[in-house]
């Protein structure tokens, strides 16, 4: 017998073994459908959180069902994502899924091309499943709206529903103003601080998978409320930098 014929024996050995009740919960999809779901998942509820029109019937949606709409092998172009905000519906978003290749420069010319001809976004969304080259980040950074790039990997998981992550706000610029007033802080992330006495908020980087998540741009504002039996309940403020 084959080693390949051997371990399937030994898989469905295994499923009997583990009765009618817990062999349900086994997935016998495909791993690639199971992944698309998760990231894409994931990514509805981002940009539900950033302020975009998002049914919830389309973050809902189960695994069954999504691979009975896309198929054991979801095409990327089925996958794509346009949503307007909700507050400002001329601010429209557009999520493509590159395909399992390296990214190259082509790609991201062809991108641009279906952009321009199809109307106008305010910001693109890339989902990689691989490596991108230099040349393909060159002609990203030289496209007149804004782009983000996530590897398909960091959106498996939703971070921001992990029980030990804490709360995040994002502050308005109206709020942003209160609290440097009213705790009389100073905005001194360029350079530090030449006073000891001289107050400024803490940093959180741009890259900060927060920061990502929510789409932030430098100087905005994030208050951050840990609480449970270890932290215990405290307020602390991030700028992003």
Partial sequence: MKVEEAAI??????DENLGTCLS??????SLESHRYYLARKTLLEML??????ISPADIDITLQEFRIRHSESPSVDGLKITALHGD??????????????????????????DVYNNGTISSLILV?????TSQALKAVNILKFKVEIFQITDLLVNI??????????ILSAEEKADLLSKYSI????????KK????????????????????????????????GELTQLHVTYRCVW
């Fill in 88 to 113: 400002d519906p001329s601010i429209k978003v557009l999520v493509l899924f590159c395909g399992p290749g390296i990214v190259k420069v082509n790609q991201i010319r062809a991108i641009a091309g």
């Fill in 9 to 14: 024996d030994e898989t469905l050995e295994d």
């Fill in 186 to 193: 100073e905005e001194k992330q360029a350079s530090k601080s």
């Fill in 128 to 132: 990689a499943q691989s490596k991108i």
């Fill in 196 to 227: 000891a006495s001289e107050a400024f908020l803490p940093r959180m980087l741009q890259k900060d998978a927060i920061a990502r998540y929510y789409g932030l741009e430098k100087g905005q504002v994030v208050k951050v409320t840990y609480g």
């Fill in 160 to 169: 921001t529903k992990h029980d030990l992550k804490p709360k995040h706000q």
């Fill in 24 to 29: 349900s919960f086994v997935d016998k999809g």
């Fill in 48 to 53: 539900k959180d950033r302020g975009f029109a």
